[in-house]
């Protein structure tokens, strides 16, 4: 299980700049693609709060807590710090949630066309694959 959180820190940041989406006003018209960085940068120039917000959801929540896994595994971070970490797990998934929900939202208008991205399956694989590691990672009952 280590080794896959490792390469949950490479994972990771890949699936920030992979295209969760690609939308267009009408299909006629080129698409655009959209990842997590260019959301968040869109976000940052008309809603700086909300901005904040996903940002902490999509990048800081996961991160942290796969850096957090893998200083537990290497006996460098204790136990009694796993509950703190499966919150951030989380706090990570709902990210996918809201951008699920802008999709659906989007899709019901009708002149707009949505398309999922690998993107949005990596990022979904890479927090799911976070929370099976950390729900593996709980320490043993005999434990101290």
């Known amino acids: 299980m280590r080794y896959l959180n490792l390469a949950l820190l490479i994972l990771f940041p890949i699936a920030w700049f992979a295209p969760l989406l690609r939308a ?3 299909p006629i018209f080129g698409m655009d693609e959209i990842s997590v960085i260019t959301g968040l940068q869109s976000l940052w ?13 999509a990048i800081f929540a996961p991160y942290a807590k796969t850096i957090g896994l893998a200083l537990l595994h ?3 971070l204790s136990p009694k710090t796993l509950p703190a970490l499966n919150l951030l797990g989380k706090l990570a998934m709902a ?3 809201l951008i699920s929900i802008y999709i659906v939202l989007v ?3 009708g002149m707009v066309t949505i398309e999922t991205g690998w ?3 990596l990022f979904t694989g890479c927090i799911l694959a976070s929370i099976l590691i950390s729900w593996r990672s709980k320490p043993d009952a005999g434990q101290p």
Not at 45 to 57: E, M, R
């Open 119 to 121: 993107g949005l399956y």
């Open 74 to 76: 290497w006996n460098l």
């Open 24 to 26: 267009a006003l009408l």
């Open 107 to 109: 899709k019901g208008v």
């Open 95 to 97: 990210d996918v949630f």
């Open 45 to 57: 120039d008309t809603d700086p709060a909300l901005a904040l917000l996903v940002t902490f959801l």
